[in-house]
Structures are given as structure tokens and as C-alpha cells.
């Protein structure tokens, strides 16, 4: 059964920073990898998708990576801004998609 | 449609009786996902579809829940004797084809058994 890790559960950072949210998984048998933001209340709201074949995506101020080998994947976030606070889920496919259980990320002006 | 709709946003119940929620899907995405999140938890997988039939039924609790896709299109959860532990969020999700392509996620239901 696959397991998905997130590290860190929560995360502070003042403005500008650049940071690194960690993604781990078990069964490497993956098609792709899916980074979500969910904002408190709300559903979830796809940022990248990475498929299997692929290292990394980019979006704007995001980049996501994906080492299938090692079963991880990272997602960084270049010059952090207040409006990027939220929790930031990691979603492995196989057949299913199976979620971390996201990093909380809170952004300081 | 645009986008994954599900109804109702919300939904308070009391402890024993029956609620169904729906999902409509994205128009062609022939899989279509539920899952349910907890406070604090990311989502919890429940069920896939893949047309009309079950594909994996096996994040399903216990046999108080049951979903169905009839047309595979819309879908509804079923859950019988409602337990105020099954006050959640339910998310459903749909993905043009299983595993292959990014999920949309609708923006759910809150179940609330009071």
C-alpha cells in the first residue's frame, strides 16, 4: 500500500524567503505526482503536475521535482509572499491517488 | 461542465440518518474519485470509478457508505446510520482518464453529524 510522508507538518517563514517543502513515498510504481494548495475551508487547487517520465515542472515561482528512484519529490517556492500561506498537499498516482498529509506554510509580511 | 461540482456545500445531519452526496464531474472525465479529509489530515481515498463500475472500493470505511456512478457521469455517496464520525469533508474528484492525467478536485462537501 502506498504511503505518502510530507515533512515538515508546519512551516513559518518571514517574506522573501525561498523554502523547500519535502515529499516522500513508498512505491515507486508511480504515473505522476500532483503538488495541491488548499487555502482553509476550500477544496483542493492543483499547482504542478509531474508525470513519471518527467524530473521536474515549473510554475511561475514554483518548481517541483520528482526523483521516482528514491520515492521523493520536492516542491520549492521562490520569494515567499503572505498570499502563499496555506497547506500544500503531495498526491501520488498509481490507479488511486494517494495524499500526504500536507505541510502547513505560513508566510510573515 | 468547467469545473468538478459538488452539492450540497453543506450538509448537518443527526446521528442515525441517511445522507447522500453528489458529484458531477467534469464533462468526458471518465474517472471520477471520492475521497473524505478530517481537520488537520490530508484526504482520505474512499472509492474510484472508472465509467460505471467501482474500479476500488476498498478506502470504504465499512458497508454504511456505498457510491454509485449509474450513467458514469454524476455520482453520489451513500451513507446509511450516520455517525458523528463521519462529520468530514467529502471530496470528489474526477481525471480524464485513471492515473494518467492531473485530478480535479471539486471544493467538497462538509458533513456535519450532530
Known amino acids: 500500500k502506498q504511503e505518502v510522508t510530507q515533512i515538515p507538518a508546519a512551516l513559518s517563514v518571514p517574506e522573501g524567503e525561498n523554502l523547500v517543502l519535502n515529499c516522500s513515498f513508498t512505491?515507486?510504481?508511480?504515473?505522476?505526482l500532483q503538488w495541491f494548495r488548499q487555502d482553509p475551508g476550500k477544496g483542493l487547487t492543483s499547482l504542478l503536475l509531474?508525470?513519471?517520465?518527467?524530473r521536474e515542472q515549473t510554475s511561475g515561482r514554483l518548481n517541483a521535482s520528482l526523483d521516482k528512484s528514491s520515492g521523493r519529490s520536492t516542491l520549492y517556492i521562490a520569494a515567499s509572499q503572505p498570499g502563499d500561506s496555506a497547506t500544500y498537499l503531495c498526491?501520488?498516482?498509481?490507479?488511486?491517488?494517494?495524499f500526504g498529509a500536507g505541510t502547513r506554510l505560513t508566510v510573515k509580511p | 461542465g468547467a469545473g468538478v461540482s459538488q452539492t450540497p456545500s453543506n450538509k448537518v445531519t443527526e446521528k442515525g440518518k441517511y445522507v447522500e452526496l453528489r458529484c458531477d464531474p467534469i464533462?468526458?472525465?471518465?474517472?471520477l474519485y471520492w475521497y473524505r479529509q478530517s481537520l488537520g489530515q490530508g484526504p482520505e481515498f474512499l472509492i474510484y470509478?472508472?465509467?460505471?463500475?467501482?474500479?476500488?472500493d476498498s478506502g470504504l470505511p465499512n458497508d454504511r457508505f456505498f457510491a454509485v456512478r449509474p450513467e458514469g457521469s454524476v455520482s453520489t455517496l451513500k451513507i446509511q446510520r450516520t455517525e458523528r464520525g463521519d462529520s468530514a469533508v467529502y471530496l470528489c474528484?474526477?481525471?480524464?482518464?485513471?492515473?494518467?492525467?492531473?485530478?480535479?478536485f471539486g471544493s467538497g462537501t462538509r458533513l456535519t453529524v450532530v
Open positions: 474528484a474526477s481525471s480524464l482518464l485513471a492515473g494518467t492525467n492531473g485530478y480535479t
Open positions: 509531474i508525470q513519471s517520465s518527467q
Open positions: 498526491a501520488v498516482h498509481n490507479n488511486d491517488m494517494r
Open positions: 470509478f472508472q465509467g460505471t463500475g467501482a474500479a476500488d
Open positions: 512505491d515507486s510504481a508511480i504515473y505522476n
Open positions: 464533462s468526458g472525465h471518465t474517472a
